[in-house]
Every structure is written in C-alpha cells, then in structure tokens.
C-alpha cells in the first residue's frame, strides 16, 4: 500500500515539474514575442511631439497668431498684477487718510495733514482741492469763467472733476483686458481654421488619408483653441473683479464727497466723526 502512495507521489511530482517548464517556457516565449511591441511603444511615447513642435511646423500664419496669443497673455497678467498691486496700495492709504481726517479737530490740520504727507490717494486728492476751491472762492471770488457762480457750486464742480479725474484712473486698463478677453478666442479660433484647412489640404493632397500628415495641423489648430481659452479666461475673470473693486470705492468716495461738501459748505459734520465707509451694492 505504501508502495502504490509513494508511487503516485512520484507521478504527481513529475507531472507538476513538466508543468512549471511548460509554462515558464511560454511565458519566456510571450516576453520575448511582445519585446519589439514594447520597445517601439516606449519609442513612440518618448518621441510625442509637444505644443512647440507644432507650432515650429506650423507656417507663418499660425507663427503670428501664436505670437499675438503670447502678447495678448503677457499683457494681460502684466496688468493683473500691477492693477492689483496697485488697488491695494490705495485702499490702505485710503483707510489710513479717512482715520486721520475724521479724528482731526479742523480743516487747517487736515490741510497740513495733506501738505505733510502728500494727497497720493483719491480721498484726500479730492479733500485737499475741495478745501482750496471753498477758501480760493471765499477769499478772492470769481476770478475765472469757471470760478462763476455761488462758493457751492465751485465746490461741487471741483469735487465732481476730482472724482472723474479718479474714476478715470481707476479704470485706466480695464478697456484693455476687456479686449483681450473678447478677442482672445476668436483669435484662437481663426488658428483652429487655419490648422484644419491645412489638414484638409494636406488630406487632399494626398493618395490616402495618412496620421502623419494631418497630425501636424491638427495639433495646431487644437493647441490654438486651447491657447486662446487660456488668455482670455485669466483676463475676463480680473476684469469683473477689477469693475467690482472700482465701484465699492467709487460709492465710498462719493459718500465721502457728499459728507466733505455738506460740512464745507455748512461747517457742520454730517455723522459722529466715522469714516464714509457706506456699502455700495453689488
């Protein structure tokens, strides 16, 4: 009995070692098989062609729609950052004037406030030619054509020029990303057109439809689209905020103007010495 377990033992053995060289000899097969797919595989990954490349191909045409895109970005993030540097300068120094102009006892210290540190913010620029314009008005009359009229009137034409001279700044390159993100997608689009026709060209050119020849022109017009969405995105998202950001001040400032002018012209403060801080509405 032993004899006959011990020889199935065997059998089993064997049978299971010629199975383990089979299989490890298909699978050296198979490996050795699939190593030419893998290597040109590898190679074709490692040669795919990128952005620049297509449009190192591209013609002069598609050369200059690039470069106008890359002008369009550039110009676009330049003003991006320095308008938002510049918004935040300006609502500090704002912030930091209005503290100082409602705590101070007269208009002769806010003058020399002014005179100290210079009016390098739209408040205390329309403070400082509101206060001049009452006192030059007062004191010598309507000299000018533009000085006639009542010491009120001046006022309210000097503060109404001072805030559209400040309103005017503040908009200073918003007309420009607007343009850039109206203008940006067509300009990628007319790139999309141009790589088409150049593969539908090259189609018929051609005696049979081939990858090669339309991979160009395709990648063209694809990286044009998707260049063209990339500058004006960045631009029309900075141009709502920036509009945004200029109508919140220009509500304070002119709140601000309404409560200078009544206490020019009245010598009387219209709130309990609080900076005119009036939500605007979005």
């Given at each position: 009995m032993s004899e006959v377990l011990q020889s199935l033992i065997t059998i089993v053995a064997q049978a299971a070692s010629e199975s383990i060289e089979s299989t490890t000899t298909l699978v050296q097969e198979a490996t050795n098989s699939a190593a030419p797919v893998l290597t040109e595989m590898a190679g074709i990954t490692q040669e795919q062609p990128g952005m620049l490349e297509f449009i190192a191909q591209s013609d002069m045409v598609g050369k200059a729609l690039f470069v106008i895109l890359v002008l369009m970005s550039l110009t676009s993030w330049?003003?991006?950052?320095?308008?938002?540097?510049?918004?935040?300068?300006?609502?500090?120094?704002?912030?930091?004037?209005?503290?100082?102009?409602?705590?101070?006892?007269?208009?002769?210290?806010?003058?020399?406030?002014?005179?100290?540190?210079?009016?390098?913010?739209?408040?205390?620029?329309?403070?400082?030619?509101?206060?001049?314009?009452?006192?030059?008005?007062?004191?010598?009359?309507?000299?000018?054509?533009?000085?006639?009229?009542?010491?009120?009137?001046?006022?309210?034409?000097?503060?109404?020029?001072?805030?559209?001279?400040?309103?005017?700044?503040?908009?200073?390159?918003?007309?420009?990303?607007?343009?850039?993100?109206?203008?940006?997608?067509?300009?990628?689009?007319?790139?999309?057109?141009?790589?088409?026709?150049?593969?539908?060209?090259?189609?018929?050119?051609?005696?049979?439809?081939?990858i090669s020849r339309i991979a160009g022109p395709v990648g063209e017009a694809l990286v044009m689209t998707g260049l063209g969405l990339a500058v004006a995105i960045p631009a029309v998202l900075a141009y709502n905020a920036f509009v945004r950001t200029n109508r919140v001040y220009l509500a304070r400032l002119d709140a601000f103007a309404h409560d200078l002018f009544t206490f020019l012209t009245t010598g009387q403060q219209v709130s309990s010495k609080r900076p005119a801080t009036r939500a605007a509405q979005a």
């Open positions: 330049y003003l991006i950052f320095v308008k938002s540097i510049t918004n935040w300068r300006i609502g500090r120094r704002s912030e930091r004037f209005l503290q100082q102009f409602w705590a101070a006892s007269s208009l002769e210290q806010v003058e020399n406030e002014i005179a100290t540190h210079g009016a390098n913010e739209p408040f205390s620029h329309l403070a400082s030619h509101a206060i001049h314009a009452r006192n030059h008005h007062e004191k010598y009359g309507a000299v000018r054509l533009e000085e006639k009229g009542s010491t009120n009137a001046f006022v309210t034409r000097t503060i109404r020029k001072v805030i559209d001279e400040e309103t005017a700044k503040l908009e200073n390159g918003l007309a420009v990303l607007a343009s850039i993100g109206s203008t940006a997608p067509f300009v990628g689009l007319f790139g999309t057109v141009w790589g088409v026709y150049h593969a539908l060209i090259g189609i018929g050119l051609s005696d049979g439809v081939s």
